[in-house]
């Protein structure tokens, strides 16, 4: 079946300092695959989303590129902020039927120090 | 334009018990998702309605049910609740519901404590 998988967290980073974080995915069919993000107490916010191979998404100073020979979306951000302090999520897009459905990853917690 | 709506922020319930929520989507989408969210078990999905209709559904128990009304407002319903129901309920709104540009808009959750 469908799956996602991130790297376990947390992360924790200085300000200004590179900031990976893997995703990797397994699914049949080409999925779109997305980043959500999660500040405390709030609910889940679209961060950017690629839909086919080599699709490259950004917002925010984020970037992701969907590799589709690695089985790979990961997050990249050059000069993390302490405001980027959240829960990141990768998830893909399952068509279910011929519905949507999105399949999220466990979560890597990131916290970023001044 | 106003985001995704849910109500309430908060609710404590005992075991027992039934729990209904409610979320308003965004003007002009029609499909709503639920999601639970849990430490243990992340994001699972829970369902999804499009014009009052459910087309899609997770593995989840009969216990939990829901539905759409004709301005796309939908509300989930928990009954005989258990210690384990307790979690972060998330609904998403989008246009139609299928396609590969289709983005989901989350609301902020009602967190549901089990007592």
């Known amino acids: 079946g469908n799956s996602v998988t991130q790297m376990e967290g947390p992360v924790t980073l200085s300000e200004e300092a590179f900031l990976t974080i893997n995703c990797t995915y397994t699914?049949?069919?080409?999925?779109?695959l997305f980043w959500y993000v999660q500040y405390p107490g709030e609910g889940l916010q679209l961060l950017l989303k690629?839909?086919?191979?080599?699709d490259k998404g950004s917002n925010k100073g984020f970037e992701a590129t969907y590799r589709k020979e690695t089985t790979s979306f990961h997050l990249e951000k050059g000069s993390v902020q302490v405001s980027d302090s959240a829960v990141y999520f990768c998830?893909?897009?399952?068509?279910?039927?011929?519905?949507?459905?999105?399949?999220f990853g466990a979560g890597t917690r990131l916290a970023v120090h001044p | 334009k106003a985001g995704v709506t849910q109500t309430p922020r908060y609710l404590i319930k005992t075991r027992g018990q039934q729990v209904t929520l409610s979320c308003s989507p965004i003007?002009?989408?029609?499909?709503v998702s639920w999601y639970q969210q849990t430490p243990g078990q992340g994001l699972q999905f829970l369902f999804e309605?499009?014009?009052?209709?459910?087309?899609n559904k997770g593995n989840f128990p009969g216990r939990f049910s829901g539905r759409q009304f004709s301005n796309s407002r939908s509300e989930m319903n928990v009954s005989t609740l258990e210690l384990g129901d307790s979690a972060l309920y998330l609904c998403?709104?989008?246009?139609?519901?299928?396609?590969?540009?289709?983005?989901?808009?989350f609301g902020s959750g009602t967190q549901l404590s089990v007592l």
């Open positions: 690629a839909t086919k191979a080599d």
């Open positions: 003007s002009g989408h029609r499909s």
């Open positions: 309605y499009f014009s009052e209709t459910q087309r």
């Open positions: 699914a049949t069919g080409y999925p779109s």
């Open positions: 998830a893909l897009m399952s068509f279910s039927g011929g519905y949507n459905k999105l399949i």
């Open positions: 998403a709104s989008s246009l139609a519901g299928r396609g590969k540009d289709e983005k989901l808009f």
